[in-house]
Nanobody, 125 residues
Framework: QVQMVESGGGLVQAGGSLRLSCVAS????????MAWFRQSPEKGRGGVAC???????VYTDSVKTRFTIARDNAKNTLYLQMNSLKPEDTAMYYC???????????????????WGQGTQVTVSS
C-alpha cells in the first residue's frame, strides 16, 4: 500500500521560510515523477513544482525564484524549500506521485495517482 506523508507546514510571517517534506512508503520513488500542489478556497488546486527522476524541474511562475523542489531517493523523500513566503502562498500543500516511470513533468494533477493528506502553510502579513 502506497502512502505519502507530508510534514513541515506551519504559520510563518511574510518573508519567512519553510521546508516541506514528503515521505513515501510502499513504493520506490527513484524513477517516478513527483510534485507539489496547493489548494486554497480562493484559488482552488494548482501545481507548484514537479521533479523528474533525472532531477529536472518545472515550477509555476509565481514561485520560480522563491521555491526549490528536491528529492532524496535514498530516503524516499520529496522536499519543497519555500523562501520569501507571501500571504498569497497560504494554502494546503500536497505531495503527489505519478504512476509509471519516464515522461515529462507537468503541473496538472492528471496522472498523479498517489497523494498525501496535506500540510497547511499559513503566511501572515
Amino acid at each position: 500500500q502506497v502512502q505519502m506523508v507530508e510534514s513541515g507546514g506551519g504559520l510563518v510571517q511574510a518573508g519567512g521560510s519553510l521546508r516541506l517534506s514528503c515521505v513515501a512508503s510502499g513504493v520506490t520513488i527513484d524513477d517516478r515523477r513527483m510534485a507539489w500542489f496547493r489548494q486554497s478556497p480562493e484559488k482552488g488546486r494548482g501545481g507548484v513544482a514537479c521533479i523528474r527522476a533525472d532531477g529536472s524541474t518545472v515550477y509555476t511562475d509565481s514561485v520560480k525564484t522563491r521555491f526549490t523542489i528536491a528529492r532524496d531517493n535514498a530516503k524516499n523523500t520529496l522536499y519543497l524549500q519555500m523562501n520569501s513566503l507571501k500571504p498569497e502562498d497560504t494554502a494546503m500543500y500536497y505531495c503527489a506521485l505519478r504512476s509509471g516511470s519516464g515522461g515529462t513533468c507537468s503541473l496538472s494533477p492528471l496522472g498523479f495517482s498517489y497523494w498525501g493528506q496535506g500540510t497547511q502553510v499559513t503566511v501572515s502579513s
